[in-house]
T-cell receptor, first 114, second 113 residues
Framework: DGGITQSPKYLFRKEGQNVTLSCEQN?????MYWYRQDPGQGLRLIYYSQIVNDFQKGDIAEGYSVSREKKESFPLTVTSAQKNPTAFYLC?????????????FGSGTQLSVL | GEDVEQSLFLSVREGDSSVINCTYT??????LYWYKQEPGAGLQLLTY?????DMKQDQRLTVLLNKKDKHLSLRIADTQTGDSAIYFC?????????????FGTGTRLTIIP
């Protein structure tokens, strides 16, 4: 079955540490997105990528980095520069040029600071 | 600029209709969506409406779009306990072939037995 997989489900970060969240999809989607969800603030866009080897900053990119070396994969690194990383992170994908098609979401990664 | 706003909470009695409202600011949005999120999970698309439509009905769901006022609403008829969730509206904006979805803050719908 096709889908989008995020791992791990729970992740803990120590002070000053970089951590990487995985997002893989086998839907052959061009466009992939990372969102951060905080209570009462909805989803905020961190980074998005429309094609391989290209990505754009979203609304809250500071303290995060991404790569898009393969169509299936869009990992997100939360760097030590992100001072408030505790949140629920959601990855999503859809076919480029198809805004009427649904955005497929992963099941999320809960990141907490130790 | 893009800004999508929703009220944070809504409580409705089982069997009544729920109406969740959303306002957006970017008039160039092409599609508007309603997503549902259950606890600890990702979002699932419920329905969407193209920006040149006023209304769309899909079983118990009715979407109304007032483009002049930039107001979107989702009506759930005969609300059931399984409808308890957070509901997000979102707008899609195309910019030179790049599409970006902006989500609202989400409305937590609670069903009162």
């Amino acid at each position: 079955d096709g889908g989008i997989t995020q791992s791990p489900k729970y992740l803990f970060r120590k002070e000053g540490q970089n951590v990487t969240l995985s997002c893989e999809q086998n839907l052959n989607h061009d466009a992939m997105y990372w969102y951060r969800q905080d209570p009462g603030q909805g989803l905020r866009l961190i980074y998005y990528s429309q094609i391989v080897n290209d990505f754009q900053k979203g609304d809250i990119a500071e303290g995060y980095s991404v790569s898009r070396e393969k169509k299936e994969s869009f990992p997100l690194t939360v760097t030590s520069a992100q001072k408030n990383p505790t949140a629920f992170y959601l990855c999503a994908s859809h076919r480029r040029g198809r805004p009427n098609e649904k955005l497929f979401f992963g099941s999320g990664t809960q990141l907490s600071v130790l | 600029g893009e800004d999508v706003e929703q009220s944070l909470f809504l409580s409705v009695r089982e069997g009544d209709s729920s109406v969740i409202n959303c306002t957006y600011t970017d008039s160039s949005s092409t599609y508007l969506y309603w997503y549902k999120q259950e606890p600890g999970a990702g979002l699932q698309l419920l329905t969407y409406i193209f920006s040149n439509m006023d209304m769309k009905q899909d079983q118990r769901l009715t979407v109304l779009l007032n483009k002049k006022d930039k107001h979107l609403s989702l009506r759930i008829a005969d609300t059931q306990t399984g409808d308890s969730a957070i509901y997000f509206c979102a707008e899609s904006i195309s910019n030179f072939g790049n599409e970006k979805l902006t989500f609202g803050t989400g409305t937590r719908l609670t069903i009162i037995p």
